[in-house]
Nanobody, 126 residues
Framework: QLHLVQSGGGLVQPGGSLTLTCTAS????????IGWFRRSPGKEREGVSC????????RYADFVKGRFTISRDNAKNAVYLQINNAKAADTGEYFC???????????????????WGQGTQVTVSS
């Protein structure tokens, strides 16, 4: 199965930090743009961040700019989402995704991604 596997997540206090990890066992993630999305209670899935395959450039949703950082470790075949200064509004289920096409650009549109991780819950609460 060419699927994505997520780890990390959990409970974090407001202002705290957390790292989410997306890996794959049967494909190289560095060949693809990888996106992180979240589904908060009562909301549709929304794009959080993405990282391109070509030059490692990244994009962020306005509501996480300056607080979240996306990165790759090609040696570990992993993409990370570092959450800093967590807010209650960051609570939700987070998913990593990849497109079918290696040429697909980095985007925050969920419909551009075809394969998803299993999701991991992030809860920001004191």
């Amino acid at each position: 199965q060419l699927h994505l596997v997520q780890s990390g997540g959990g409970l974090v206090q407001p202002g705290g930090s957390l790292t989410l990890t997306c890996t794959a066992s049967e494909l190289r993630l560095n060949y693809y743009a990888i996106g992180w999305f979240r589904r908060s209670p009562g909301k549709e899935r929304e794009g959080v961040s993405c990282i391109s395959s070509s030059d490692g450039s990244s994009r962020y949703a306005d509501f996480v700019k300056g607080r979240f950082t996306i990165s790759r470790d090609n040696a570990k075949n992993a993409v990370y989402l570092q959450i800093n200064n967590a807010k209650a509004a960051d609570t939700g289920e987070y998913f990593c995704g990849r497109p079918t096409d290696r040429r697909a650009p980095c985007t925050l549109r969920a419909n551009a991604f075809d394969f998803w991780g299993q999701g991991t819950q992030v809860t920001v609460s004191s």
